[in-house]
């Protein structure tokens, strides 16, 4: 149930508050900031190479975690405690382009979502405990783990978004 919660959070929290933004807004940003359009393509990179991943795994056999000591104590503050560290840096691969494109990026957001929605709910309970996909820090995540990381993620970016939103009222 929490991953199905967890999942129908995901547009509320980043896209929601963006509804009505003119195009300039999406592009904006205080100095060494991300704008708008790079925090919501962050989010869709990851969000989107991670269904992608899982949809590659549906037909490998289970799995068993492989994680460091570091990565299960990390794990359990944040998927546990719900604890997102802010000092995390942007993977390289999920750092987003200078000036995305608004339309593309809230497509690929809420495809990534959809396609997460898409093997929570058919999957077996079982195949989504036992097929892993790495993250760089946190080590091996599971279906439900990563849905769980997404939405801390988003939590967090979405205060970004906030922010941005405040900085351009003014």
Known sequence: ?????????????????????????????????????QIVQHLAIGIDAVGRG???????????RISKPHQSV?????LGLG???GALRAM????????PDADLIVAQFRMGVEQLRELTETWPR??????????????????PEW???HYLHCRHYGQDIGRRLRWLSR
């Open 1 to 37: 149930m929490k991953v199905a919660h967890h999942l129908a959070r995901l547009e509320p929290i980043v896209l929601h508050p963006l509804h009505g933004i003119d195009d300039a807004s999406w592009h904006r940003a205080p100095r060494r900031k991300w704008t708008i359009a």
């Open 54 to 64: 899982f949809v590659d795994l549906a037909d490998a056999s289970e799995s068993s």
């Open 74 to 78: 990390l794990r359990h503050l944040v």
């Open 83 to 85: 604890q997102y560290p």
């Open 92 to 99: 390289p691969d999920a750092k987003p382009d200078d000036r």
């Open 126 to 143: 079982e195949r989504q405990l036992t097929r892993f996909i790495t993250h760089a820090v946190l080590g091996d995540l599971n279906v």
């Open 147 to 149: 849905v769980r990381f």
